[in-house]
């Protein structure tokens, strides 16, 4: 049966397609005669439209017939042994939906999208060129501009810092220190120290109280006339004031009136010193004889928290206060100084031992030194009083002779030798006396 059913199918498909190459071969005739004929006619055209819809209908009729027998083969089922016959498949829409959409992307793998690169766009005439450059910032010009500006004013800043310490010719009173000032080397370096710092810019929180302590003759009152002078030179004589307590104010009962004078005069200058944009001096000597008003009056105009111009000042306090404290300690330490240190090095272990210790002493007599930085001046040595007999018989026109100047460097009263040390009891004090005896 199946064998008699494929040769009748097979037999049917053939009649069908001599039937359609009959019918097409018969349509290319007529085509011909109708191209053949001078002049196409109107009923030509439609007899040729007439063979298209009779080929189109046929060919649905086919394929229908197609269709029937393949079910009727597929239900029978297929010999063994026979080869398998399937018609081909024709793609239609018809079975389509949108929920078998996904299912047919997701088994076809979809290939990336390469990604396109951008195109270069060259002129007509100008031939292949390199793509333009990009155009640097303008803020980078701005940034270049800022930073020279903050070059210049660290600059300027700089340069001013120069041109105070410039002003007060330090270089200059550091020699004349060095030169005129015998033993105290250590002191006057710590002393030119706070001062650098102080002048070297004009805005200060607090003004400069340095406060010297020292034995009878170890040259705090010549080192106080040696800065008075220089500053006289360097600020003019109006913005420096010596004051000295037993020649302005030698009696108690006027100690209330002398702080207010001094008061209205360091307010005067300190005036005039804000005006001409320079720092005045202010130099007390024998604070030791100072009377409590006037202590308590200094203390106000360095403590309180008052105008700008009052805090552009130098306050410089010499005395003998703590000489017991100072003398003691070197004579007692003197064994274990050696030769080869040198001035400042003593000098350093000086403060450092001395100064709390007279600090302690010092505020307990009045507040005003709680503000001050205490600088002790040493004993001095023998060598140191010839140094004096030396410079003093200098200035007076004497010749320097060295056995002479032993002579009377024998005839100054000293402590007991200590550790090779020989320490003057009154220092260089009583060498202009000698000098004028000669």
């Not at 005036?271 to 030791?288: C, G, M």
Request: net charge negative; charged share 25%; hydrophobic share 35%.
């Amino acid at each position: 049966m199946s064998d008699q059913d494929s040769t009748s199918a097979s037999q049917t498909e053939g009649e069908f397609e001599e039937e359609m190459d009959g019918e097409m071969e018969g349509e290319e005739e007529r085509d011909e005669t109708q191209r053949d004929s001078p002049v196409p006619s109107l009923s030509s055209f439609s007899s040729s439209l007439r063979a298209v819809i009779r080929i189109k209908h046929k060919y649905q009729a086919m394929k229908k017939r197609r269709q029937e027998m393949a079910l009727a083969l597929g239900g029978a089922g297929p010999l063994t042994g026979a080869p398998s016959r399937t018609s081909p498949k024709i793609f239609t829409f018809d079975g389509l939906s949108p929920s078998t959409l996904p299912t047919l992307s997701s088994s076809v793998p979809q290939r990336k999208k390469k990604r396109r690169r951008r195109r270069v766009l060259f002129p007509n005439s100008g031939g292949c060129r390199g793509p333009p450059k990009p155009q640097p910032s303008r803020a980078k010009y701005c940034l270049y501009l800022l930073f020279a500006i903050v070059f210049i004013q660290v600059y300027n800043a700089i340069e001013n810092l120069d041109d105070h310490v410039l002003r007060y010719d330090l270089e200059g009173l550091e020699k004349t220190l060095r030169r005129e000032v015998f033993g105290q080397q250590g002191a006057v370096e710590d002393l030119l120290s706070h001062l650098k710092d102080y002048l070297s810019t004009y805005v200060h929180n607090k003004p400069l109280v340095v406060s010297l302590h020292g034995p009878s003759g170890v040259g705090k009152s010549h080192l106080g006339r040696l800065l008075a002078g220089h500053f006289r030179s360097v600020v003019g004589d109006t913005l420096v004031l010596q004051y000295y307590v037993l020649h302005h104010c030698p009696q108690e009962a006027d100690a209330l009136q002398c702080a207010r004078d001094l008061s209205a005069l360091i307010s005067e200058m300190v005036e005039r010193a804000e005006e001409e944009e320079k720092i005045p001096l202010f130099i007390f000597d024998e604070v030791e004889h100072m009377h409590h008003e006037i202590l308590e009056e200094l203390w106000q105009l360095v403590a309180s928290k008052q105008s700008n111009e009052y805090l552009n000042a130098i306050y410089l306090f010499l005395s003998n206060l703590g000489h017991a404290h100072i003398t003691k300690h070197m004579l007692h330490n003197s064994s274990s100084i050696s030769m080869g240190m040198s001035a400042s090095g003593r000098h350093s272990n000086l403060v450092k031992e001395l100064t709390p210790i007279l600090r302690g002493a010092l505020e307990k007599l009045h507040r005003l030194w709680t503000e001050a930085d205490i600088l002790p001046l040493g004993l001095l040595e023998k060598g140191h009083v010839m140094e004096c007999f030396l410079d003093e018989m200098t200035r007076e026109g004497f010749y320097p002779d060295h056995t002479n100047i032993e002579r009377l460097a024998g005839e100054i009263e000293y402590h007991p030798a200590v550790g090779g040390h020989e320490y003057s009891l009154t220092g260089c004090k009583q060498v202009v006396a000698k000098v004028n005896l000669l």
